[in-house]
């Protein structure tokens, strides 16, 4: 079971008050509902389900998982191939900055050893340097990945507050059924089919007008 000071530990990091920067980008999703993909609560919903299923969602669930049992000189491969896997320079640029952003202020907390690394891959090594529990980090990172993307389609459908609760509510299930499957994987499953996500992503680096950077 994992205490109350790791719960708030997990809670800390993954808080919108921690300055990783995540509501600055929208994983593409901010292009579809521009070209009209994604319009209602239902079409959001199917939006990220299928992007946190098939795509960056699992593949970070096993990079997290990967950083977390890996050794220190085994980080870098690991870093490498989660970057290899960005479909675009803008999903590169997401995990590479937020990455870099939640080492800089976590090593200074904590005074671990971070830096440089993508986002799923930090967080999987300052969970184990901290003592965290592996199911409930990635539990966490998954939330903090539907309630981003949420808040994106909130302020761009624009889906009401209490749509948008309701779509966190419903996809929570999805979120521990994905942790439980990654925590007994290992990178050698990493796979994405998410298709128009990753278009998506690769047009929004020329959409004409913007809110976020990805």
Wanted: charged letters at 20%; glycine letters at 6%; one cysteine or more.
């Amino acid at each position: 079971m994992a205490t109350a000071t790791e719960i708030l530990t997990l809670t800390q990091w993954f808080s919108p008050a921690y300055p990783v920067g995540a509501f600055a980008y929208s994983h593409g999703l901010e292009w579809a509902i521009d070209v009209g993909d994604v319009t209602t609560a239902e079409q959001t919903s199917a939006w990220i389900k299928e992007v946190l299923r098939h795509g960056a969602g699992w593949n970070d669930a096993l990079f997290l998982a990967a950083a977390y049992h890996a050794d220190a000189e085994d980080l870098a491969n690991i870093d490498a191939t989660a970057r290899a896997f960005a479909a675009s320079s803008e999903r590169l640029k997401e995990t590479r900055l937020q990455g870099e952003a939640f080492c800089e202020v976590t090593a200074k907390v904590w005074a671990t050893d971070l830096a440089h690394l993508t986002y799923p891959v930090a967080v999987g090594r300052a969970a184990r340097l901290e003592g965290l529990p592996l199911e409930l980090t990635t539990q966490f990172y998954l939330m903090a990945f539907v309630s981003n993307l949420a808040a994106v389609a909130m302020r761009l459908v624009p889906l009401g507050q209490t749509d948008g609760q309701r779509l966190i509510r419903d996809l929570t299930p999805l979120c521990t059924q994905i942790t439980e499957e990654a925590n007994c994987a290992s990178l050698d499953d990493l796979a994405s089919t998410s298709f128009l996500g990753d278009i998506a992503a690769m047009k929004h680096e020329t959409q004409y007008s913007r809110i976020f950077r990805t």
